[in-house]
């Protein structure tokens, strides 16, 4: 394995970059608190554990290589994201006479499971196979045996992730009493609908890879 240093850094920037994951993990700890934003950071690692597990089996690589499989992962991952955003747009429509914002607030997710929202969030975008793929073999002796490399990076990858969601979510958290606003939760609620919408239109609209 080669510039593993350089590696990590790469990771670093990458993962701060805003997209799916973020959206849902800002979303569940608005709304909910930590323990929201920390289970649905639970679930995405663990989604990334499977990742990389299929990177190292092969299995992603088969995924990328058959446009018909790597269509049904993207078209499922969109329908979901778009799903998830939907439904963030509409509950701002629900949300009639919210005497107390906290108390809707927890009667709305109580029956949410936050890590299944992570994990399927993670899981179903295929794009994050593709770049386990196409990102991991750039830092790999050409010709090695690329099983314990490819695991090293996966963990690397998911100790990170887990790291900075622990960081953003605890931020996330001090200043949610100004978040949980009515006024500023419809705000989350309509910016983040459309994020997922957005990412979901996005990836489907991906050019499949033969």
């Known amino acids: 394995m080669e510039n593993f240093y350089l590696f990590v850094l790469m990771c670093i920037f990458l993962i701060i970059l805003p997209g799916p994951?973020?959206?849902?993990?800002t979303k569940s700890t608005l709304t909910v608190g930590r323990s929201g934003g920390l289970k649905t950071a639970l679930g995405?690692?663990?989604?990334?554990?499977?990742h990389t597990s299929a990177a190292v089996l092969g299995l992603s690589a088969i995924i990328v290589k058959s446009a018909l499989l790597f269509s049904v992962f993207k078209y499922v991952g969109a329908v979901y994201l778009i799903y998830l955003g939907v439904k963030n747009l509409w509950s701002l429509r629900k949300k009639e006479e919210a005497a107390s914002v906290e108390m809707n607030t927890e009667n709305q997710f109580e029956n949410t499971s936050f890590f299944k929202l992570g994990f399927l969030t993670n899981i179903l975008n295929p794009k994050v196979a593709v770049f386990f793929l196409t990102f991991f073999p750039q830092f790999v002796d050409s010709g090695s045996n690329t099983f314990l490399p490819f695991f090293i990076m996966g963990i690397t990858y998911t100790v990170l992730t887990a790291i900075w969601f622990l960081f953003y979510v605890y931020l996330l958290n001090q200043i949610?009493?100004?978040?949980r606003r009515p006024k500023a939760q419809n705000i989350i609620e309509g910016i983040t609908g459309s994020i997922l919408i957005g990412f979901g239109i996005k990836l489907a609209l991906e050019k499949t890879h033969n």
Do not use: K, N, P, Q
């Not at 994951?21 to 993990?25: E, G, L, N, R």
């Open 21 to 25: 994951d973020t959206a849902i993990v």
């Open 176 to 179: 949610s009493t100004f978040m």
């Open 44 to 50: 995405i690692c663990c989604a990334l554990l499977i």
